[in-house]
């Protein structure tokens, strides 16, 4: 329960990016035994904030006070031995090795200069009882559960005595039931004098939880609030500044004939596990299905298989009653797909490549830019630009050599005054040779780029020749700039990219354009099925709600969309029908209309579908 | 923005060169040469009359080629540091289709042509061949290029050796399958007239400038159109950037990265080609010593650039050509010029030793990138 | 669902322990097969040969774990070995002279002296590779170039034909066996007469081993290079860690090359390393970034070296050039079969900023 006494202050913490003032001014103060909300979007300042206070930055000015002493940080250490600890988003966690390991690392228990890896054990267990945990000291990270690493997490900072614990986000990769299991957790450690700071952007959470709330914007201390007279729309206005539509308007479905149709399609995942296991359902034309479910059961590798990034080991995959069961990229694209990727900075976009390149990533070989990749004609194409280029060097040269000999070598000659070659001596004739090797050194390279740019026209010229109107062109090689810029101004336009312009560097863009981009590339194509994973995943309100309208409007043109988010309000907000998703299974199949959040919560947890959808008229009476 | 560009491009990489020949020059004073004769003959060896020009220019021929193969690679995301393997294969390749194939078809030129092409093109093979055996390797196992390639070195060297074993007629034991039978020597037979490269200018003194030089300079457009303009360099260019993005986008990294590897070879060998039909007229042990090492720095130095390459070529074929004067002149070992390359790389490299040592403002920008890890990508 | 990853992980230990002992069998069975076949003299000088050749790759490739645990990718080894084997070599020749005071001419000062400019040389350019990659961000790859260019240009530069030295390490222990004990005889023939920095090696790796899974510097390197990140939220301070792991790397491979000039040939040649510091990275992942999977690997290319000196024994006739190619063979096969069967550090090779 929070106390009078003030352990934490933040006092005008400011801290400028580059292009970004991320911190403005900001003040916050941390009472004893309180949880702290700190609400805002992405990129409000939270994390830069709780970064400073963690010593991972420096504030530009401002200071810190903990239990009214000031503090200067240069690295976590003394933010550690200060008491503060921090739950990162992503966890900080090495996943080869065991629980122990993972606490003790930087604090080591030795015993002479080795490890006494038994006291380490000791100790972990000691904690894990004392607040509940039931953590194995022995266990390897990576093959636990998400929620219990993060109890791990939470070790980590109670093993080095903390008494400020800064949890960043921590319910994002939790089912609502890991999400209550933490909740009491974090009571529990409140009710112990233990303060804490709870970063998050989600509403429900913060009034079910904190006793306080911050809100921050664009890099500002903006309000404050208790749970007790806030509401959700209150919040998020705070928050964004503006109304905030939470809902998003669309009529009912009207689905067509069958698009997508899988069946029984098991696969495992890069370590070897299995993880899907025969999953079968179909998406028709004119409706978005929403695959439910936490981060890592299935969802990633599903839409993998699906797309081709990766082989499923049985089952059968059908668009638009074409069998595509473990076909190329290519093939699923040209079967009329598109593909929004989970992880759009390792899939879903070349950095280095401009806004235009980017916007063909997997159209470039089509018309109007160019023809199917033509890599067996690679060596024709080699022999059909060396030979004219060399046969037009061969000519020039010899052209150039009958000059040089009547012209210019004379010339040369009479320059340094020269009139009997056989008769010079040899220290005479090095300038007028040195002269006339750079003369034949330039012209010739003149001539060969001369002759090499000819070459390459001609080959331009002669690929492009041959076929029918309306028919491919037939060794495309060369690639049209001239459309693929067009196309590209067209997109960005459409999908409101801001960009300075269409040959900026696609990694240089905001996330929310960087996502608009591939959005703009994968709806722009109108497919007839649309996979979009975590489509709105660490970007701007702005940018969420112009997606989430795209999307709908994709499906009221008539295209099947199958969307994957771990973000259980977008799945309610969107889907005309939803799949649960639970340890590679499809455990439910519900209408969007007929279930709860907290129905889907359950299911997400693994809970048997007969059991919860049984309770169907009750929950939906509450 | 523009000017920024040209402090990268041009101003970065003739600093780096400028401050490892100062270095180098502290190196030469350390050993107790005097560093002024030795530049002095660098300059004079490398460009002091025709002669010394022609010789920069006909060192330069194949580096151009060797920094080709080896910027190709890095466009693709692969160090292929096995150039000397490739280039020591086309080497060979080219100098058999030259000696063991007669060709005559009554006109002399026409001969030349065509006899200097499949000469060319053998060589061409031999180094594709030589680099797709590591392409292949690391497409479908995973194992490291860098490795690889490195190992293959080796494995070709031995290989030309026993090939090219001159034998001990005093122990009966025979000569190796290419050797030309003298007995003393591990060398193949002359090529024939035909499978020369013409010579372009011939000045006095015993270098000749062949044809070579220009047919690098075609092969650079070349590549600059490959690379830049076509969907095959757009594909290569991906893959070299981003491979998962390139797989997502329904490239198949495989074949793109063991086609990398092909071309790269290919270049590689050509560059052996051009010392066996334009300089030695056979193929001779240590011939092209340490060049496929140099045109690891010399496409450094050109940050990869095609028309760049030709640049740094030149640089290098110069210290390269005035090496020989220099230790002549003033005694300084030539291997000094490696250390001077090894820190052109160094700099050019790590911009921000130069950056800081001139007091340059701007943000440094992170070079190549090719540490991919061990595995498959 | 844990108990059981633990059986497998038990059961994947035990069976290693099985295969070694099988492997360990084997090759005492074959031994002796052989020993019978061609004598032990023959067998002796072949195991004596492998342990010589295998003595600088395990070095070499203990250098590898040191900088790839630290997640800093190696390729200079081959550089640094160079450039130690030369600044060893050097030492003793200075210290040959007869102008020096015999002080410092006796062989064990002299010999220490060399050892120790050796590898202190490797330590050297362990930190310039620490310096360009943590500092200056070049990629490792194109860093470890740099310092192999410049180690084979600077020792061919001040490279000495001819240059002679007051002899190399001589046996540290000798046998005081006579060949009328027999078995005994060989196996000392073995175990004993090597020189110093052989043992120094065996050592090394034990020590290793222990430093690296059962210390508190161990865990924080295993840390470093599997995520840097975590590591630097404890407060651990990653980049200087990484400055001592790879000044520790180059003093490894240091000594891997003072041992081919000080111990096993006695001169220096310009190259004379011959791509033992690549062959053992390939060493280094065939071992699975562990020092006694490493050293059993080294083991297995020694083998394939010393085939080259001691096949006229067999009476084998293969032309030597492909003999010569064993281990380079080798070194391709082990990386095409090995990789990606075992984990690298997860962050070997990626820079890591301090925000």
Redesign the interface.
């Known amino acids: 329960m929070p106390t009078d006494e003030i352990v934490l202050e933040a006092i005008d913490i400011c801290k400028q990016f580059p292009g970004v003032r991320a911190n403005d001014h900001v003040n916050l103060s941390l009472h004893k035994g309180e949880i702290l909300a700190l609400l805002g979007e992405n990129g409000a300042g939270k994390s830069t904030l709780m970064n400073i206070i963690y010593g991972l930055y420096h504030a530009d000015s401002g200071a810190i006070k903990v239990k009214g002493r000031e503090v200067t940080f240069v690295s976590p250490r003394e933010a550690i031995h200060s008491g503060i600890g921090m739950v990162h988003q992503h966890f900080q966690l090495i996943p080869v090795m065991s629980v122990a390991d993972n606490v003790v690392l930087g604090e080591e228990v030795t015993r002479g200069v080795l490890l006494d890896q038994t006291e380490a054990a000791r100790r972990v267990r000691e904690l894990s009882q004392q607040y509940n945990l039931a953590v194995e000291p022995g266990a390897i990270i990576e093959e636990l559960p998400v929620g219990m690493q993060q109890r791990v997490e939470i070790i980590k900072a109670l093993y080095r005595d903390a008494e400020i614990l800064i949890l960043d986000e921590p319910t994002a990769v939790l089912t609502p039931q890991e999400v209550e299991d933490l909740f009491k957790i974090m009571r529990d450690l409140s009710d112990r004098g233990v303060s804490i700071i709870f970063i998050t952007h989600k509403l429900k959470e913060v009034l079910a939880v904190a006793h306080r709330i911050v809100v921050m914007r664009g890099g500002q201390v903006v309000g404050s609030a208790l749970p007790a007279e806030s509401t959700p729309e209150s919040l998020a206005a705070l928050m964004v500044g503006r109304e905030v539509l939470l809902r998003v308007h669309k009529e009912a479905a009207r689905p067509k004939d069958v698009v997508l149709e899988v069946a029984n399609l098991s696969a495992h995942d890069d370590r070897q596990h299995p993880a899907l296991r025969k999953v079968s359902f179909e998406v028709r034309s004119g409706e978005v299905l929403g695959v439910a479910g936490v981060q890592g059961n299935g969802q990633t590798e599903l839409v993998e298989v699906l797309t081709g990034l990766r082989h499923g080991d049985s089952g059968q995959v059908r668009i638009n009653g074409k069998d595509l069961t473990n076909a190329s990229p290519r093939a699923v694209t040209s079967a009329s797909c598109g593909h929004v990727p989970e992880d759009r900075q390792r899939f879903g976009l070349v950095g280095d490549y401009t806004v235009s390149e980017n916007l063909v990533l997997n159209s470039y070989f089509e018309p109007p830019y160019a023809a199917p990749p033509s890599w067996r004609t690679l060596p024709l194409v080699a022999v059909l630009f060396a030979v004219p280029a060399i046969a037009i060097f061969a000519a020039l040269a010899a052209l150039w050599g009958e000059i040089q000999r009547l012209v210019v070598w004379p010339l040369v000659l009479s320059l340094f005054g020269i009139t009997d070659v056989e008769a010079a001596s040899r220290d005479a004739m090095k300038g007028p040779y040195l002269i006339e090797l750079v003369e034949t050194v330039v012209v010739a390279l003149v001539l060969g780029y001369v002759a090499a740019r000819l070459a390459f026209w001609l080959v331009n010229w002669v690929s492009k020749r041959g076929p029918a109107a309306g028919q491919t062109p037939r060794a495309g090689l060369v690639f049209n700039h001239t459309a693929v810029d067009a196309h590209a101004s067209g997109l960005v336009a459409e999908y409101d990219i801001r960009t300075p312009s269409v040959e900026t560097p696609g990694g240089s863009l905001s996330g929310g354009n960087q996502q608009k981009l591939v959005v703009a590339r994968e709806f722009g194509r109108r497919p007839r099925l649309l996979i979009a994973a975590q489509p709105t995943r660490g970007i701007d309100v702005g940018s969420i709600e112009f997606i989430h309208q795209q999307i709908v409007a994709q499906r009221d043109a008539g295209a099947a969309v199958l969307l994957v988010s771990a973000e259980l309000d977008e799945i309610m907000a969107l889907s005309d029908r939803i799949v649960v998703m639970y340890k590679g299974e499809i455990v439910a199949t519900v209408d969007a209309g007929a279930v709860t959040r907290e129905q889907l919560g359950l299911l997400m947890a693994g809970a048997h579908a007969e059991d919860v959808l049984r309770s169907r008229p009750a929950a939906s009476a509450a | 923005m523009l000017s920024a560009r040209i402090v990268r491009g041009v101003g970065l990489p003739l600093l780096s060169v400028f401050t490892a020949v100062i270095i180098g020059g502290i190196f030469i004073i350390l050993a107790g040469y005097d560093p002024i004769a030795a530049y002095q003959g660098l300059l004079d060896g490398a460009f002091g009359d025709a002669a010394s020009l022609t010789r920069t220019l006909v060192k330069m021929t194949p580096l151009v080629f060797s920094g080709l193969a080896v910027a190709f690679g890095f466009k693709g995301g692969l160090f292929n540091i096995g150039v000397q393997g490739q280039l020591i294969m086309g080497s060979v390749t080219s100098a058999w289709i030259g000696f063991a194939l007669p060709v005559d078809l009554g006109d002399p030129v026409l001969s030349t042509v065509v006899h200097v092409f499949l000469a060319l093109l053998a060589g061409a093979v031999g180094g594709a061949l030589w680099g797709a055996i590591p392409g292949l390797l690391k497409a479908y196992t995973g194992a490291h290029e860098v490795i690889t390639t490195i190992m293959f070195n080796y494995i070709a060297s031995n290989l030309i050796s026993w090939l090219l074993y001159a034998g001990s007629p005093a122990e009966g034991i025979p000569p190796g399958l290419l050797n030309d039978g003298n007995g003393v020597i591990a060398r193949t037979p002359s090529i024939l007239q035909t499978a020369q490269l013409p010579v372009i200018y011939d000045p006095p003194g015993p270098q000749a400038l062949h044809l070579g030089l220009f047919l690098a300079v075609i092969a650079a457009v070349f590549i600059l159109f490959l690379m830049n303009r076509t969907t095959f360099g757009f594909e290569l260019r991906m893959v070299g950037l981003n491979s998962p993005a390139a797989r997502y986008s329904g490239i198949s990294v495989k074949r793109i990265t063991v086609l990398t590897m092909v071309i790269s070879g290919a270049l590689a060998g050509l560059a052996g080609a051009m010392q066996t039909l334009g300089v030695n007229y056979r193929y001779e042990p240590n011939q092209s010593l340490g060049l496929g090492f140099d045109a690891i720095t010399v496409a450094l130095l050109a940050s990869s650039h095609p028309l760049g390459i030709l640049v740094s070529a030149f640089l290098f074929g110069a210290m390269d050509a005035g090496g020989t004067r220099m230790q002549f002149n003033s005694g300084v070992p030539t291997e000094i010029v490696m250390v001077v390359q090894a820190l052109i790389l160094m700099f050019v490299a790590a911009e921000q030793i130069i950056r800081m040592i001139y007091r340059i403002r701007g943000k440094a920008e992170v070079g190549q990138k090719l540490s991919t890890g061990w595995g498959q990508r | 669902?844990?108990s059981t990853?633990?059986v497998e992980a038990a059961a994947r230990s035990r069976r290693t322990i099985w295969m070694t002992l099988i492997g360990v069998v084997l090759a005492v069975v074959a031994a002796f097969a052989a020993a019978t076949a061609v004598g032990p003299e023959t067998v002796v000088a072949v195991i004596n040969a492998s342990i010589r050749g295998a003595i600088p790759i395990a070095l070499g490739a203990m250098s590898g774990i040191f900088s790839e645990r630290s997640g800093v990718?190696n390729?200079g080894i081959e550089g640094m070995m160079l450039m130690a084997a030369y600044v060893g070599f050097m030492i003793n020749v200075g210290l040959s002279y007869g102008s020096v005071p015999a002080a410092l001419q006796a062989e064990p000062v002299r010999l220490g002296l060399s050892i120790a400019g050796g590898v202190l040389v490797g330590g050297l350019m362990g930190l310039l590779h620490a310096l360009?990659t943590v500092r200056?961000?070049?990629?490792?790859?194109?860093?470890g170039?740099?310092i192999n260019?410049?180690a084979?240009?600077?020792t061919?530069?001040?490279?000495l034909p001819g240059a002679t030295t007051g002899g190399r390490l001589p046996p540290a222990v000798t046998s005081p066996l006579t060949p009328d004990a027999g078995l005994f005889y060989w196996v000392g023939e073995i175990v004993l007469e090597k020189g110093l920095i052989t043992y120094l090696t065996v050592l090394l790796i034990i020590v290793f081993t222990?430093a690296l899974f059962?210390?508190?510097w161990g865990?924080?390197t295993?840390?470093i290079g599997?995520?840097p990140?975590?590591?630097?939220?404890?407060?651990?301070?990653v980049h200087r860690l990484q400055y001592l792991n790879l000044f520790f790397s180059g003093c490894v491979a240091g000594l891997g090359g003072v041992f081919l000039t000080l111990e096993a040939v006695g001169t220096f040649e310009r190259g004379m390393t011959?791509?033992r510091g690549?062959?053992a990275?390939?060493v280094m992942?065939f071992g699975k970034w562990h020092p006694l999977g490493a050293a059993a690997g080294a083991l297995l290319f020694g083998f394939a070296t010393a085939l080259q000196g001691q096949l006229q024994f067999f009476n084998i006739k293969i032309?030597h050039?492909?003999v010569?190619?064993l281990p380079?063979?080798l070194?391709?096969i082990v990386?095409?079969?090995f990789?990606?069967r075992a984990?690298?550090p997860?962050h070997?090779?990626?820079?890591y900023d301090v925000?």
């Open positions: 669902m844990l990853v633990m990718v390729i360009l200056f961000r070049v990629d490792h790859i194109i860093s170039t740099v260019t410049l084979l240009g600077l061919g530069y001040l490279y222990i059962r210390t508190a865990l924080r295993r840390a599997e995520h990140r975590a590591a630097d939220t404890l407060g651990i301070n011959n791509g690549f062959i990275l390939a992942i032309p050039q492909f010569g190619m380079y063979l070194t391709v990386l095409a079969g990789v990606g984990r690298p997860a070997s090779g990626k820079p925000e």
